[in-house]
């Protein structure tokens, strides 16, 4: 049977399509990413703007891969970047855990990111990467794999820390005070860097920095493996 003249205008227009994405895969990835990492920031903005429909979609779509925890979130347009715990308890009136993700901010405190700042700091780490390997695609190995899963132990090792502490109570856990490692410093450091999460406590910061290690160390191990894939699928 013999195709007409719109079926196989069809398929080459859809062959053209899928000759141009594996040409320019690696710029279809970032611009991707990019949009994936960066829509959580739309939701406080939204909500400054006065389009709370729009904000609540986002702030719904994220909450699927992220517990969205306000004392674990930055804020935009209030007073503070973070909050403590004790704060949103005050204003919200529950740490239950159901009560603290739907808490996303008012006009005085701002609005939540709607990602936490370890999302943050993975996801936005892995776009770096792919940004980075664009640039210098032609000098990078790819990471051995035992490598990177050197680089992602620590983000296993803090997540896991954080799951338990959480079982004995939002505000209650050992990682909520800190207090072996304030023991272990002799308690050099401020108090707010031992207790709580906010930015520059320890907490925050293990996040951060565990974050940009396993982001950076997968996008190094992943891409310079598919180029070569891709490569060849497009001769």
């Known amino acids: 049977m013999v195709n007409s003249p719109t079926q196989r205008y069809s398929a080459g227009t859809l062959n053209r399509v899928a000759a141009w994405i594996l040409q320019r895969w690696l710029l279809v990835i970032n611009v991707l990413v990019g949009f994936y990492v960066l829509t ?3 939701a406080p903005i939204l909500m400054k703007t006065g389009l709370n ?5 986002v702030y719904v ?6 517990h969205q925890l306000p004392e674990r979130s930055y ?3 209030g007073q503070s970047l973070t909050y403590p715990l004790d704060l949103i308890n005050t204003v919200r009136g529950s740490t239950a855990v159901l009560t603290l993700r739907q808490f996303i901010g008012n006009d005085q405190m701002g609005y939540k990111v709607a990602w936490s700042d370890r999302m943050i700091s993975l996801y936005t780490s892995v776009w770096l990467g ?9 000098r990078l190995r790819p990471l051995p794999l035992v490598l990177a899963g050197v680089l992602l132990i620590p983000i296993l090792l803090d997540g896991g820390a954080h799951f338990i502490s959480d079982l004995q109570g939002f505000g209650q856990g050992f ?3 800190n207090a072996w490692l304030r023991a272990l410093t002799g308690g050099a450091f401020p108090l707010t860097f031992y207790a709580g999460d906010g930015w520059g406590s320890f907490n925050s910061i293990t996040r951060l920095w565990t974050g940009v290690l396993a982001g950076l160390a997968l996008a190094w191990a992943i ?8 490569t060849n699928a497009s001769k």
């Open 40 to 42: 959580p920031f739309a």
């Open 53 to 57: 429909n729009q904000a609540y979609v």
């Open 61 to 66: 779509f994220y909450s699927t891969q992220c």
């Open 75 to 77: 804020f935009l347009f």
């Open 130 to 138: 792919g940004l980075l390997y664009a640039l210098w695609r032609r």
């Open 175 to 177: 990682h909520d005070t």
């Open 223 to 230: 891409l310079p493996r598919i180029d070569p894939i891709i």
